[in-house]
């Protein structure tokens, strides 16, 4: 792809971030959210996508959906896909999102009753460039609530892995310890979780959709028997696994 059409590429998706971004809720929206316990909440979904090794078009899209608060497997959806748009840093949404939706869409139509009430995103929500990560793109575009939980903190918004951040984390003494990333500007992104008392890398937490943040950090840490969320790992799992299955040798 030419410099000149990547530029364009990029602009035309920045102004649809622009737009989508105003659509995103920050707060929690069910009832469920606002109970100590999450009562009512039955059902948490998954999301990932594993790549062929050396090859960056074709991959794996996963989704699945865990019953609550027990985190076994009800619902698993494994597709071969074919990557279209290009990676450009900070719109991966654009290449992985609409797979994702097309998931959901084939899940409501075959089993409704299955549909996740909440969806964890191995990636970022609005700790992000333009406060619209994968996460928030997911949500806004299938309306349902989403968290996303990413592995490697992004450093973004005068947030940097610098020594406070290296001493902050090592402040972090059980499972459900946290601290905010604040931005420049004093909003807080998102936060670094020690999601697990057998991990104390953490993991950074931000909203979605449809969810708030200390919400969103309080149920991450409740789906984690590890230090990633259950329906992340579990979606990471079963797609590296289709994977290996169907094409030998091809993991990265």
Same mark, same amino acid.
């Given at each position: 792809?030419?410099?000149?059409?990547?530029?364009?590429?990029?602009?035309?998706?920045?102004?649809?971030?622009?737009?989508?971004?105003?659509?995103?809720?920050?707060?929690? %929206?069910?009832?469920?959210?606002?109970? %100590?316990?999450?009562?009512?909440?039955?059902?948490?979904?998954?999301?990932?996508?594993?790549?062929?090794?050396?090859?960056?078009?074709?991959?794996?899209?996963?989704?699945?959906?865990?019953?609550?608060?027990?985190?076994?497997?009800?619902?698993?959806?494994?597709?071969?896909?074919?990557?279209?748009?290009?990676?450009?840093?900070? /719109?991966?949404?654009?290449?992985?999102?609409?797979?994702?939706?097309?998931?959901?869409?084939? @899940?409501?139509?075959?089993?409704?009753?299955?549909?996740?009430?909440?969806?964890?995103?191995?990636?970022?929500?609005?700790?992000?460039?333009?406060?619209?990560?994968?996460?928030?793109?997911?949500?806004? @575009?299938?309306?349902?609530?989403?968290?996303?939980?990413?592995?490697?903190?992004?450093?973004?918004?005068?947030?940097?892995?610098?020594?406070?951040?290296?001493?902050?984390?090592?402040?972090?003494?059980?499972?459900?310890?946290? /601290?905010?990333?604040?931005?420049?500007?004093?909003?807080?992104?998102?936060?670094?979780?020690?999601?697990?008392?057998?991990?104390?890398?953490?993991?950074?937490?931000?909203?979605?959709?449809?969810?708030?943040?200390?919400?969103?950090?309080? @149920?991450?840490?409740?789906?984690?028997?590890?230090?990633?969320?259950?329906?992340?790992?579990?979606?990471?799992?079963?797609?590296?696994?289709?994977?290996?299955?169907?094409?030998?040798?091809?993991? %990265?």
């Amino acid at each position: 792809m030419s410099a000149l059409h990547t530029e364009e590429l990029e602009q035309q998706w920045k102004s649809e971030q622009e737009c989508l971004r105003q659509l995103v809720v920050e707060q929690d %929206t069910e009832q469920w959210q606002k109970t %100590t316990d999450f009562s009512g909440l039955e059902r948490v979904g998954g999301v990932d996508l594993s790549f062929i090794k050396g090859d960056d078009v074709n991959a794996c899209a996963q989704l699945v959906v865990l019953s609550y608060p027990q985190l076994e497997v009800l619902y698993e959806d494994s597709q071969m896909v074919a990557l279209t748009a290009p990676y450009i840093a900070g /719109f991966l949404a654009f290449r992985e999102t609409p797979f994702l939706v097309e998931a959901l869409k084939r @899940l409501e139509k075959n089993k409704p009753e299955l549909m996740p009430q909440v969806v964890f995103v191995d990636g970022n929500g609005i700790f992000h460039y333009r406060e619209f990560g994968l996460a928030c793109h997911l949500g806004v @575009l299938s309306g349902l609530p989403c968290v996303g939980v990413a592995k490697n903190l992004l450093q973004v918004e005068g947030v940097y892995k610098n020594e406070e951040h290296q001493s902050q984390i090592a402040a972090l003494q059980k499972g459900g310890d946290s /601290f905010p990333l604040t931005a420049s500007s004093g909003k807080v992104l998102g936060k670094a979780l020690r999601s697990s008392e057998k991990s104390s890398k953490p993991v950074y937490v931000s909203i979605g959709h449809k969810i708030s943040l200390d919400t969103a950090v309080r @149920l991450t840490h409740c789906c984690c028997r590890y230090r990633v969320p259950e329906p992340i790992r579990q979606a990471d799992c079963r797609s590296r696994e289709y994977l290996r299955v169907h094409f030998p040798a091809a993991l %990265t």
